[in-house]
């Protein structure tokens, strides 16, 4: 089956896990549409920040979601969720920046690449430790 879900048998407390997912998405529009001056100045480049969120974002529900088209279906919500975030920001005292959305993007890309990779499983790692210490 192409959209399989990852089994509550492989990934312990399955609803926990998308509801921490949920709050990651909800500390990035805090921080997308926050007024500029009520957040932390970051150092490093502002694009590698966008990038990389949307790549931990991607990463993260790509463990929760193994199939080929809810990954699909995860990039382009993460996709268009970073492009709706610069148009709702100027009505926020922020400004609208395509190369933010462009960045977003790539990270969402990257975080789908890593879907391949040995991170790919932290989640269920992290979860079976859970369901062996509080089983």
């Known amino acids: 089956m192409i959209e399989k879900r990852l089994s509550d048998a492989t990934l312990h407390c399955r609803r926990w896990w998308f509801v921490f997912g949920l709050s990651l998405i909800m500390l990035l529009l805090y921080g997308s549409l926050a007024p500029a001056k009520a957040l932390p100045q970051l150092s490093g480049s502002d694009k590698a920040w966008h990038a990389g969120t949307y790549c931990i974002l991607m990463a993260y529900f790509s463990q929760l979601y193994s199939g080929v088209r809810a990954r699909a279906l995860v990039a382009a919500a993460l996709i268009?969720?970073?492009?709706?975030?610069?148009?709702?920001?100027?009505?926020v005292d922020r400004q609208f920046d395509w190369l933010d959305a462009l960045a977003n993007s790539i990270g969402v890309f990257a975080g789908l690449a890593l879907t391949s990779s040995r991170f790919s499983q932290i989640i269920t790692r992290v979860s079976g430790l859970f369901r062996h210490r509080f089983g």
């Open 80 to 91: 268009a969720l970073g492009i709706a975030i610069e148009f709702i920001q100027p009505y």
